[in-house]
């Protein structure tokens, strides 16, 4: 359990899960299990191929059964308290919202706006939170649906905050018509809201068919000429928030990335989207907590940032900057999605449990120091560089070997790692020069990007290889999962989608068992575990 080093209630606690029942009836079954096995070890004067087979599915199931065991003996969450965190913190963090998205065809544009609108209007101050939009698809019409989308924020964010909307993907909560109890201000607003929102949506989709909107637009032109796998790079400040007056104030920073393709260079699919999105807002921003959304999951529960605060700051509080990210488990709305849910629960409580949770994309946030390749062994007990780490991360000539060329970059990530904030510039389009410097197709060449550093490539589940890397370097993780879920996403379709989930968890489980990274052999035991458990799972009789 957490304890507070003041008086003051804690801004989160660790709840344990045991439950004597179950695991009693789990040994019994054990128990069972082993005298079967011993059974036919009794019976192996009869051997034949029958007595092969059924000793060889027998002992497979006891190690799997062996291994579920292991993973829920001691599963424990953590349960955030946000109306906490106003009282115990005065001044915020940032939170810099990364969402990628890469083909406008699969993944439509009124879904990345509808992700969009739930991050703008998450219950955090605006003007600590940034969302950034990665399209690897270069689509204009991508583009044009955010500008359309933050227009359409200016209204939709404030809508939410008065009437303390929970669900603020407009599509979710547009399916059901508010009460007739309801007062009749609010009654009219909705009705606006509906109103504003269908049209928000048929722009969109008139904008699909005709593309003549794209010539009478100059901001257009960066795309003219352009394939999704050779382009330049374009960055977009589609909305800056400058504190002002009213409803402007309310919806937070976002900006359209789309870095630079080029048909030669092998582009590292959504990791590499994701470390462009770490420069770019290293640069702009540089937020010290970033968050992980696909484009087709959007924010179930408006409190989502605040949760995890308390998380992150409870640590802190505790002098114990040690964990170096929250995940939240992903839940699907239009998928009976069983499998995947008692996998998230067994996992990702079970995890927490033994040593910290699995970072498993989406729905996640994590520290930028952690992602820039701090050890907690280079952390005084307050959470500052220590002397040592001080003179071998911060030399410039590391940094740039490190971080790539660009000064700007590595002033960034100096400030970033003496979790200083960058100095203040006039508007963020003042760093667009040096942003389109950062997301050049070239730019990550000889530089720890991807090895060392932000999400790590050469892995088809580039999460779970970027969590192993946190957790060698001594980093715990969390994991929460509130009820009602806080994230949800679309199904990507069963079948053979389902299949190549599969194959990437156990894909991900050779990696992890030749990883160089896994240092310890424990922790490597504590990964491989689930892995195996979760790779049999949907074969597994329950
Ligand atoms: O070249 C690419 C390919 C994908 N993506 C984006 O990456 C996200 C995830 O890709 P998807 O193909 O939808 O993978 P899923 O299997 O649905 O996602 C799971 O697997 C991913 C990689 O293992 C994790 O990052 C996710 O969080 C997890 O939900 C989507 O938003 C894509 O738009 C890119 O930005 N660029
Ligand atoms: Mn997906």
Redesign the pocket.
């Known amino acids: 359990m957490a304890e507070s080093s003041s008086s003051l209630p804690p801004l989160c606690e660790k709840i344990s899960y045991k439950n004597y029942f179950l695991r009693t009836v789990d040994l019994t079954i054990l128990g069972l299990l082993f005298s079967l096995l011993l059974h036919r070890v009794l019976l192996m004067k009869q051997r034949d191929n029958v007595w092969a087979v059924a000793f060889l599915c027998e002992s497979f199931f006891t190690f799997v059964w062996l291994i579920i065991t292991c993973i829920k003996w001691n599963p424990a969450e953590y349960k955030p308290y946000p109306d906490r965190l106003d009282e115990r913190v005065q001044d915020l963090p940032s939170v810099d919202m990364f969402?990628?998205?890469?083909?406008p065809v699969r993944?439509p544009p009124i879904l990345v706006v509808n992700t969009v609108l739930s991050l703008l209007g998450v219950d955090y101050p605006a003007n600590k939170l940034a969302c950034y939009v990665?399209d690897?698809g270069c689509s204009p019409l991508t583009y044009f649906s955010l500008k359309e989308a933050s227009k359409f924020a200016k209204i939709w964010v404030p809508f939410c905050k008065k009437y303390n909307v929970r669900v603020r993907a407009p599509f979710r909560y547009f399916l059901n018509r508010p009460t007739v109890t309801e007062s009749s201000e609010f009654s009219k607003d909705w009705d606006m809201m509906k109103r504003e929102y269908e049209k928000l949506c048929r722009k969109v989709e008139d904008a699909t068919g005709d593309s003549h909107w794209l010539d009478a637009d100059d901001d257009f032109e960066a795309f003219s000429n352009t394939k999704p796998n050779d382009h330049s790079n374009i960055v977009k400040v589609v909305w800056e928030n400058k504190g002002g007056v009213g409803d402007e104030k309310e919806v937070p920073h976002f900006v359209y990335i789309s870095r630079e393709k080029r048909p030669k260079y092998f582009?590292?699919?959504?990791a590499?989207?994701?470390n462009v999105l770490v420069r770019v807002s290293g640069l702009m921003t540089n937020a010290p907590y970033m968050l992980?959304v696909?484009?087709?999951?959007y924010v179930n529960e408006a409190d989502v940032v605040r949760q995890a605060m308390c998380i992150f700051l409870q640590n802190s509080i505790l002098n114990s900057n040690n964990c170096a990210f929250v995940q939240y488990p992903?839940d699907f709305y239009d998928s009976n999605a069983d499998e995947l849910a008692v996998l998230q629960s067994y996992l990702g409580r079970g995890i927490a449990g033994i040593q910290g949770s699995l970072c498993?994309?989406?729905?996640?946030f994590l520290s930028r120091r952690v992602m820039y390749g701090i050890s907690l062994d280079d952390l005084e007990d307050d959470g500052s560089l220590s002397s040592v780490a001080t003179r071998n991360y911060l030399a410039e000539k590391n940094l740039a070997r490190e971080f790539g060329n660009s000064k700007e970059m590595v002033t960034s990530v100096v400030n970033a790692l003496q979790r200083k904030p960058n100095p203040q510039h006039s508007s963020l389009t003042d760093s667009l020069e040096a942003a389109e410097e950062v997301g050049h197709c070239h730019y990550e060449n000889q530089t720890s990007w991807g090895k060392t550093i932000g999400w790590l490539y050469g892995s088809?589940?580039?999460?779970?290889h970027t969590s192993l890397g946190i957790h060698s370097r001594g980093w715990t993780s969390s994991f929460i999962s509130p009820d009602p879920p806080a994230f949800l996403?679309a199904m990507?379709s069963g079948g053979p989608?389902a299949m190549?989930?599969q194959r990437?968890w156990a894909a991900g489980m050779l990696e992890i068992l030749f990883s160089k990274r896994s240092q310890s052999p424990s922790s490597c035991i504590v990964y491989c575990l689930p892995i195996v458990y979760s790779t049999t799972l949907p074969y597994f009789p329950r």
């Not at 969402?99 to 083909?103: G, K, M």
């Not at 696909?294 to 999951?297: G, N, Q, R, S």
């Open positions: 969402l990628t998205t890469a083909d993944e990665s690897d582009h590292n699919y959504k590499g989207a994701m992980n696909d484009c087709d999951m992903q498993a994309g989406s729905g996640c088809t589940t580039e999460d779970v996403g990507p989608e190549l989930q990437r």
